[in-house]
């Protein structure tokens, strides 16, 4: 069975702060897609980074970067010098070759102080 | 760039009630798919179409229904509602099925039953 857990519920830390968030899936197909995206308070669901099975480079883009590791089943994001406006609910998903959907982790809600 | 259109983006109904939701993938992608967020909770996969045939489905329950038209519009039909069917309603779309390529979210239906 597949399943993507985000064990941090919430993450409170204050402007400026580097903040990584955790993220763990389980699958036994050897190709499979990984993905995170935002949602702000505002309630749209926003697209950030794809990532497939056969690819474990590291991606950065701009404050964001993602690593993703195949050892550890783990496809963890940072942001850098964090801002008031990525305060929002972050979920980390998969998907398979082998079907449509998304599956979700419970979502990590990130609280950046001003 | 065009965007996933959703209508309504609010919408009140009465316990029993029927309602009708509707989304507009982005040009050119031909896979739809429909999600159930609840307060707090992960998108739960409801169904899915590609090229206009049911792709894949998920929790959706037997009172709800949906289809994807020729115009790739899909609707979605939902029935008897009830207090728990409160909920945003995302639809979302990509250029083809699986996990090849990520799935960019409307802006959601937020549906009331009272």
């Known amino acids: 069975a597949q399943k993507v857990t985000q064990a941090q519920t919430e993450i409170s830390v204050v402007e400026k702060e580097d903040v990584t968030l955790d993220c763990v899936y389980e699958t036994r197909d050897t190709t499979y897609y990984l993905f995170w995206y935002k949602q702000p308070p505002s309630g749209e669901l926003v697209f950030l980074i794809r990532?497939?099975?056969?690819d474990e480079q590291n991606e950065i883009s701009g404050r964001y970067s993602w690593n993703f590791q195949k050892s550890t089943s783990s496809f963890n994001f940072t942001i850098t010098a964090s801002q008031v406006v990525d305060s929002a609910v972050y979920f980390c998903?998969?998907?398979?070759?082998?079907?449509?959907?998304?599956?979700w982790g419970a979502g990590t809600k990130l609280i950046i102080k001003p | 760039a065009a965007g996933v259109i959703q209508s309504p983006r609010h919408l009140i109904k009465e316990k029993r009630e029927t309602a009708t939701l509707k989304c507009y993938p982005i040009?050119?992608?031909?896979?739809v798919y429909w999600y159930q967020q609840g307060p707090g909770q992960d998108p739960q996969f409801l169904i899915s179409f590609y090229e206009k045939m049911q792709s894949d489905k998920g929790s959706i329950p037997d009172r709800f229904s949906a289809q994807q038209f020729s115009d790739y519009h899909s609707e979605l039909n939902m029935s008897s509602l009830e207090l728990g069917d409160s909920a945003l309603y995302f639809c979302?779309?990509?250029?083809?099925?699986?996990?090849?390529?990520?799935?960019?979210f409307g802006p959601g239906t937020r549906l009331t039953v009272t």
């Open positions: 990532r497939n099975s056969f």
């Open positions: 998903a998969l998907s398979l070759d082998s079907n449509y959907q998304l599956i």
């Open positions: 040009p050119r992608h031909d896979t």
């Open positions: 979302a779309s990509s250029l083809s099925g699986g996990g090849t390529y990520e799935q960019y």
